[in-house]
């Protein structure tokens, strides 16, 4: 095969054959190690840190039910024959029947092996890309395949092209891999870095598919416990890589320092070594809360040294290195020359990690030394750098503790989740998940509110059925709070929603499934319990602003806030009743409420007589509804909420007098708009229980089920909900 690059033996000495565990393992074959015989062959996987090899699920799908338990059922294969065992550590997804696996195996097909008998030595591990944009690049392709010889596999190494990957899998062209090079590493040739993990062949060309690097983010997704697998994973490869730079000896910054003498033969720029010791220095930190945390200081720095900086929202870093990436070479390679500044991109790089010392240094599970020796890097790299500005300024950071001495205003971000209407009779939407940034209030707790601009963070490929919108939402909709959650601000989130999904419990869904055995995990309980969550009109974006809409607007963000029925004979005469209002009568009538009036209903909205009395409210203007997404009792068919389309059986009520009484007093305690929300949250969590089947609270159980409408007409254009064009990233000057 052809050798990529000179550097094709260290990438070889990481690399190893993943099969059974060689003792008593009748298909053992090669050579023996310190734990026995060589099983078959599996797959390939790779030395990302000492005692953790990076692999693809589906290679050790073959171990059954002993992997995916945690036994040491896993044979580990080094270059020289030396064989040891592992054990998987995290895989994703796990099989639903192990004895049964998947084919082919779900993205993102990847699995962290912990071996313990590696874990001491001087391991040599690739290093990982720290990039948010991997391709296009050319690329080299390790693995090991099975030999004309039985029993003497082959160590595979070619080139190829690698596109994609920023939503999905990369695709590389015209690799003549085979299965037994799944697993291996997919490295970027030009940066040395693994960018991805082979998957499988594609076509009868031999072009295929690769999981990017950047997958491993799902490891948070899953859990606490994929997250603790990820950051432990993390933070070994730094401190290996950091180690090896100090020490004696050839290492990754050494070799790329040779391979890009721009990148290290100046001295100046964020060279190979200090990328390894600044990461080795992140590494002893507890990593961030979340992405939004890493953002915020990000953008912090960009502002601080780029001209013109452009905000960064669009990707999703799950550690402090991947903050540094977005700092240097942010064009992803398509600078023009003279226009790439390497001392600028340091600049960059320093101010972002005296702010990352910032952030860390208080919190009690991050190590005073580590926080220190961090400090101790920004103050002996700060005098190096060239720009008078930007030393003051690293300075300042240091000696304030992160606070801006400009005092600008706080930016925070808030979700919005917009669903199309069922334009075509099929019972399927399409969805769209964007993240909005606003200013600050005073208490960082008002209502949610438009901007105007917002950064799309997914939309969906295909329409998906009214039942399944929860779990097809659900991957974007955890993207997108993990980059809003910042330092104490909890993101909110707004549902612009077809009238007919008025009576979708939202409010109920979950960013992350729900796991029994850890019921109060923050990141899996229901949105409403959690956040301030409203809905909001899909029709009523579309009709534009009016006159009325931004006189009701006034009048409930002064208050005080009354309550008025949505339905006049409800209250009086039950949902059965004689004398049914119109809907003129009733657009009429709620045209003529005080300004501070706020329609209330004790059943569903989304279709039926609610339905048609909420239209003609909004006609009139009204910016604040409450109702439920309930039946009443002895009425068939009704709402129309989503427990029918989930196949769950409707909520019924009969205490309509009650909840308008009730609503009435919440909404003078309320007063107005801004403080409603997170009164309306503080229901939802008494309510908790009694959601889950368990006691009802006396003084909450009317507002079970409740909906918030709070539809402000400065809610997000629909021209910020499109995907957003290419954006090169800033100018450098």
Not at 116 to 135: E, N
Not at 240 to 246: I, M, V
Request: proline share 10%; net charge negative; aromatic share 4%.
């Amino acid at each position: 095969m052809n050798a990529p690059t000179g550097s094709e033996a260290a990438v070889r000495a990481s690399v190893v054959r993943i099969g059974a565990p060689g003792d008593g393992y009748d298909g053992a074959i090669g050579a023996t190690g310190r734990h026995g015989r060589e099983a078959a062959l599996w797959g390939s996987g790779y030395f990302v840190a000492p005692g953790w090899v990076l692999t693809c699920a589906h290679v050790v799908g073959p171990g059954a039910a002993a992997v995916w338990k945690g036994e040491r059922a896993i044979g580990i294969t080094r270059e020289d024959g030396e064989v040891l065992t592992g054990e998987l550590a995290f895989g994703l997804p796990a099989p639903q029947d192990p004895r049964t696996p998947p084919s082919p195996w779900p993205f993102p097909d990847l699995a962290l092996l912990r071996v313990p008998d590696a874990a001491g030595d001087d391991t040599d591990c690739l290093w990982l890309s720290d990039r948010s944009a991997l391709t296009p690049a050319d690329v080299g392709l390790y693995g090991w395949m099975p030999g004309p010889v039985p029993g003497e596999p082959l160590f595979y190494a070619d080139v190829c092209h690698a596109a994609g990957g920023s939503k999905g899998p990369l695709i590389l062209s015209a690799g003549r891999y085979t299965e037994g090079c799944s697993g291996g590493p997919v490295v970027d040739l030009a940066r040395g870095a693994v960018v991805g993990t082979i998957k499988n062949r594609r076509r009868s060309d031999g072009s295929g598919m690769a999981v990017p690097g950047t997958a491993l983010r799902a490891l948070c997704d899953a859990g606490p416990r994929g997250a603790r697998v990820l950051h432990e994973v993390l933070a070994a490869h730094d401190r290996h890589h950091r180690t090896r730079y100090l020490g004696p000896g050839d290492s990754w910054p050494r070799r790329q320092a040779r391979a890009e003498p721009a990148a290290g033969g100046s001295g100046y720029g964020f060279t190979p070594g200090r990328r390894a010791e600044l990461y080795g220095l992140l590494a002893g930190l507890a990593p961030p809360a979340a992405a939004g945390q890493v953002l915020r200081l990000v953008n912090e720095a960009r502002d601080a040294v780029m001209e013109d900086p452009l905000g960064v929202r669009e990707h999703d870093p799950r550690s402090w290195r991947e903050g540094a990436g977005l700092l240097y070479e942010p064009r992803d390679g398509r600078v023009q020359p003279g226009e790439h500044v390497p001392g600028r991109e340091l600049e960059a790089v320093v101010v972002y990690a005296a702010l990352v010392h910032t952030a860390a240094a208080p919190a009690a599970d991050a190590p005073a030394p580590a926080a220190e020796a961090l400090r101790t890097w920004v103050e002996a790299t700060e005098p190096v750098l060239h720009s008078g500005r930007t030393r003051r300024r690293i300075r300042d950071i240091l000696a304030s503790g992160g606070a801006d001495p400009a005092g600008a205003p706080a930016r925070r971000a808030d979700v919005l989740v917009e669903i199309d209407p069922d334009l075509y009779g099929t019972g399927s939407h399409a969805w769209r998940v964007a993240v909005v940034e606003r200013p600050a209030g005073p208490d960082g707790e008002g209502a949610p509110a438009g901007a105007p601009g917002g950064t799309l963070v997914a939309t969906s490929e295909q329409d998906a059925p009214r039942a399944c919108l929860e779990e097809e939402l659900r991957g974007a909709l955890s993207r997108a709070l993990d980059q809003c959650d910042v330092d104490d601000h909890l993101a909110s989130v707004a549902f612009v929603l077809p009238h007919t999904l008025f009576d979708e419990p939202v409010d109920r869904w979950r960013a992350r499934p729900h796991d029994p055995a850890d019921p109060y995990n923050p990141h899996t309980l229901p949105l409403g319990q959690r956040r301030l969550v409203v809905v909001r009109s899909r029709e009523r974006r579309d009709h534009g602003v009016t006159p009325e809409w931004r006189a009701r607007a006034k009048g409930v963000a002064e208050g005080p806030l009354e309550a008025v029925p949505l339905r006049s004979e409800v209250p009086r005469e039950g949902h059965t009743g004689a004398g049914a209002e119109g809907g003129h009568a009733a657009y009429g009538r709620l045209r003529a409420a005080p300004p501070g009036a706020v329609p209330v209903h004790c059943s569903g909205a989304g279709a039926g007589a609610g339905a048609r009395a909420l239209a003609a409210a909004l006609a009139a203007g009204h910016v604040v509804a409450l109702w439920r997404h309930t039946e009443p009792e002895g009425e068939a068919g009704g709402s129309g909420r989503s427990a029918g389309a989930r196949g769950e059986p409707p909520v019924r009520h009969g205490d309509c007098s009650r909840f308008l009484e009730c609503a009435g007093a919440l909404l003078a305690e309320a007063h107005s708009a801004e403080h409603l929300p997170a009164h309306i949250r503080t229901l939802r969590t008494a309510n908790a229980d009694a959601d889950d089947g368990g006691p009802e609270h006396p003084s909450a159980a009317w507002a079970r089920h409740i909906v918030l409408f709070h539809h402000p007409p400065d809610e997000v254009p629909e021209a910020a909900l499109r995907e957003p064009p290419l954006m090169p990233g800033p100018r450098l000057p």
